[in-house]
């Protein structure tokens, strides 16, 4: 028959039939029941077959009353039922802290949660809001292109109005001269002199065109004037766009919902902000090669026929940027060999400019002797420990760029405090290198 309860005096498990004298006899109403458990051999002690009633505090362990005269002579003891009733206290204790930090936990997800609502509504308003400052900006522009439309023709129909009725009265004049000239021809083939001499005093003087002087031929320009002015206009609109849309990255940058988090102090730290780092092919110079899923990129001996591409890195400038842009906090290492750059950009950095060569790139040059770090080509020699791993930490919102030589422990080789204005992506150029005939490399590494 299947067991109902187990009796920890006894050591015995019971079916309902034998577990009645539990019940009903005096003399076991103080044992303790429990459910029918399969472990009742535990209690018994290995060495002397005594049931366990004691605990030992000294070797945190239960034992007999023989025991506490053996091995155990002289240590600290209480009974069992002791020990569980102060360990209860504690387990109840620390139940009450676990229901409070579910509490607590269960209070910050609604917050949250009431945050991601907020979010999510600002970002709407946000999209509506600007849709409509556009849309009227838009129509703005069309205003103004009609209105210059309108502007251009009403004074294109005033000027060649203008030129057509001058050049009416010019050609009324030009009749006119033509009759006079038909009839001086025909005076002049008068043979007869008197008649001649007669009609010749009749003819009058010719007078001055009164149009001719009032006719400005100017060079082919007409409205190029007009042109330029809107050329210097959308210029201008350009520029300010440009600075606008700087402002408007950096605002939706600064955009963070989390709370400020303290600089990893470990690298354990750092490792629960690792970002897995891809290389972008695009963005590859023809006398590099990748490998290891675009995570390792090597020199190549020859150039390679990759496609053209507006990324791509040209001349000499044997560099790649990753394909994930970074923003807010991240961490990665790169495992170097030869000699190379580890650096992060901006990704409009032009692609005939060194890593470093500019104010939209930060560089860190390593080599078997030491470091230097670049930024608008501004060279600042490091003196530290030099290590074939480099740990890069980014804090986009802070403006925080940290490299670490990493060995057995990390070093900070650089701290780097700015203002990052667009997302960053991380970079790497490598330079030819005579102790490695196989190509200098770096890869991006998944530490362990």
């Known amino acids: 028959m299947k067991a109902v309860k187990s009796c920890l005096v006894c050591l015995i498990s019971y079916c309902e039939n034998h577990l009645k004298p539990h019940y009903q006899l005096t003399a076991f109403k103080k044992h303790k029941l429990v459910n029918p458990s399969k472990n009742l051999q535990e209690n018994i002690c290995s060495c002397h077959d005594e049931v366990m009633k004691i605990f030992c505090r000294t070797d945190q362990q239960c034992i007999c009353y023989l025991c506490t005269m053996d091995e155990h002579k002289g240590h600290e003891t209480v009974p069992a039922a002791t020990e569980r009733a102060e360990k209860q206290k504690k387990l109840q204790e620390s139940r009450q802290q676990i229901h409070q930090r579910i509490q607590d936990q269960e209070k910050d997800v609604k917050l949250l949660q009431q945050e991601v609502e907020a979010i999510n509504v600002s970002a709407d308003k946000a999209v509506e809001d600007?849709?409509?400052?556009?849309?009227?900006?838009?129509?703005?522009?069309?205003?103004?292109?009609?209105?210059?439309?309108?502007?251009?023709?009403?004074?294109?129909?005033?000027?060649?109005?203008?030129?057509?009725?001058?050049?009416?009265?010019?050609?009324?004049?030009?009749?006119?001269?033509?009759?006079?000239?038909?009839?001086?021809?025909?005076?002049?083939?008068?043979?007869?002199?008197?008649?001649?001499?007669?009609?010749?005093?009749?003819?009058?003087?010719?007078?001055?065109?009164?149009?001719?002087?009032?006719?400005?031929?100017?060079?082919?320009r007409h409205f190029e004037d007009v042109t330029a002015a809107v050329s210097e206009l959308r210029d201008k609109l350009q520029v300010i766009l440009r600075d606008s849309w700087t402002n408007i990255e950096l605002k939706l940058t600064e955009v963070d919902v989390q709370p400020s988090e303290p600089e990893p102090k470990t690298r354990d730290g750092f490792l629960k902000l690792l970002k897995i780092i891809t290389l972008d092919p695009n963005t590859l110079n023809r006398?590099?090669?990748?490998?290891?899923?675009?995570?390792?990129?090597?020199?190549?001996?020859?150039?390679?026929?990759?496609?053209?591409?507006?990324?791509?890195?040209?001349?000499?400038c044997y560099q790649v940027l990753s394909t994930e842009s970074l923003t807010g906090r991240c961490y990665w290492e790169v495992e170097w060999r030869g000699g190379g750059s580890v650096a992060v950009s901006y990704k409009n950095i032009s692609r005939t400019e060194r890593l470093g060569s500019n104010d939209k790139s930060w560089s860190l040059y390593c080599d078997t002797n030491s470091y230097t770090f670049y930024h608008n080509n501004i060279k600042t020699p490091l003196e530290r420990p030099v290590s074939s791993r480099i740990g890069v930490y980014l804090d986009h919102i802070k403006g925080i760029l940290c490299f670490y030589s990493v060995s057995k422990t990390m070093t900070l080789i650089h701290r780097v405090q700015t203002r990052f204005t667009q997302p960053l992506h991380a970079g790497i150029r490598l330079y030819f290198s005579f102790s490695c005939p196989d190509g200098s490399s770096a890869e991006f590494i998944n530490p362990e």
């Open 130 to 220: 600007s849709e409509k400052i556009f849309t009227d900006l838009i129509c703005l522009l069309q205003k103004r292109s009609s209105d210059v439309k309108q502007q251009i023709r009403s004074q294109q129909e005033t000027e060649v109005s203008r030129v057509k009725d001058v050049q009416e009265k010019l050609e009324q004049e030009i009749t006119e001269l033509k009759r006079k000239d038909a009839e001086l021809e025909q005076l002049s083939h008068t043979e007869d002199h008197n008649q001649f001499l007669l009609n010749y005093p009749s003819l009058p003087a010719l007078s001055e065109s009164t149009h001719s002087s009032s006719i400005n031929i100017r060079p082919l």
């Open 287 to 316: 006398f590099l090669i990748l490998s290891e899923g675009n995570r390792k990129v090597t020199f190549a001996n020859h150039k390679q026929s990759y496609p053209d591409h507006p990324d791509r890195f040209d001349g000499f």
